[in-house]
């Protein structure tokens, strides 16, 4: 297991940014595909972005061109810059990691609540 704490979320409105962040103290990360989840209520977690050891990213589409992902491989830290937000962003984001075993997404900490009000 590899613990990661999120932080960054909070209370903005639409058109506006925030920037999460998730951290750890294992220096594993640098090997590690990274992710963002998000979840609201009654509904499945879902992928957001993804950012492979290498740095290559991919988004879902409905953020693509608003929200940003990135690593810092030697703070064992993963980012995401989101921009332009809208009211269907609000949800607890997750920072995620990739078993190299299974290659199942695990890591499901307390998450980040993100809410965007109009």
């Known amino acids: 297991q590899v613990p990661f704490v999120e932080s960054g979320g909070g209370l903005v409105q639409p058109g506006e940014s925030l920037g999460l962040s998730c951290g750890t103290s294992?220096?594993?990360?640098?090997?590690?595909?990274m992710a963002w989840y998000r979840q609201t209520p009654g509904k499945t977690r879902d992928l957001v972005a993804s950012?492979?050891?290498?740095?290559?990213?991919n988004y879902v589409d409905d953020v693509k061109g608003r929200f940003t992902i990135s690593r810092d491989n030697a703070m064992n830290k993963l980012y995401l810059q989101m921009n332009n937000l809208k009211p269907e962003d609000t949800a607890v984001y997750y920072c995620?990691?990739?078993?190299?075993?299974?290659?199942?997404?695990?890591?499901w900490g307390q998450g980040t609540q993100v809410t965007v009000y109009s």
């Open positions: 950012i492979d050891r290498t740095g290559t990213t």
């Open positions: 294992n220096s594993v990360f640098n090997r590690l595909n």
């Open positions: 995620a990691w990739q078993s190299a075993n299974t290659g199942l997404w695990q890591g």
